[in-house]
């Protein structure tokens, strides 16, 4: 099953991809984290992305692509893949679907997650990461369960992600809704669209992307 989980930033994709992971035993796959790595890691790739990330504004297509094409090889993908991030353009949504047909796959999902404008910039204002072993929080909606230590791995350090302030959330949602957006339609053509309310609370989402995937799970 490859899936592909659509949505504003903070809509909950990162969340719900690891919940997955977990649970389905698929390889997630998020542009986002592996922009981000590139850009901790000081690379080409990093140095090219690094500011426009920090503008909330997208990298180029050729860019992303590459980098997907270069990790689907990778790891135990033979159950499936979980999109996180990507597509973002009708022209990835496009490469995706050529890259997939090349491994006589093909995109069997779209979860789209449908959450507020308002409502995302209160999660993503709030979000930090244990700096250890990368488990995600929220001040409010997911905090840790003895406050400094992290549940998953003990640790004490946590990170804030430098575009996660309301400036830049402002200009990522603009965005959203200017290039990624018109994906929802791109795929309702293909008859793959299933709509979850991203505004419920985490376990809510859970229960109802499984249900989304009646039918395509193994
Ligand atoms: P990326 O890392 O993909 O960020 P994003 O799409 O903006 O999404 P986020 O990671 O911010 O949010 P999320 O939906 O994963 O939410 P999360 O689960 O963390 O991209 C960053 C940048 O990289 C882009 O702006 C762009 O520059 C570049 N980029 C990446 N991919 C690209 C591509 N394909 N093309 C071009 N450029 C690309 O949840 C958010 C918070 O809310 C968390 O704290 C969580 O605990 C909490 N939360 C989650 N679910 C709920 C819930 N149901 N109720 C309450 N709180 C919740």
Known sequence: MNLVLLGPPGAGKGTQAKLLEDGHGLTKLSTGDMLRAAVAAGTELGRKAGEIMER???????????????????????????LDGFPRTIAQAEALDRLLAERNKRVDRVIVMEVDDEALVERITG??????????????????????????????????RKDDNEEVVRSRLKAYHAQTEPLIDYYTRQGKVRTVDGMADIATVQKDIDKALDGVCA
């Open 56 to 82: 909330g504004e997208l990298v180029p297509d050729e860019l992303v692509i590459k980098l997907i094409a270069e990790r689907m090889d990778e790891g135990a993908a033979g159950q499936g893949f979980i």
């Open 127 to 160: 979000r930090f990461a244990c700096a250890n072993c990368g488990e995600g929080y929220h001040d409010i909606y997911k905090p840790t369960k003895v406050p400094g230590v992290c549940d998953r791995c003990g640790g004490t350090q946590f990170v804030r």
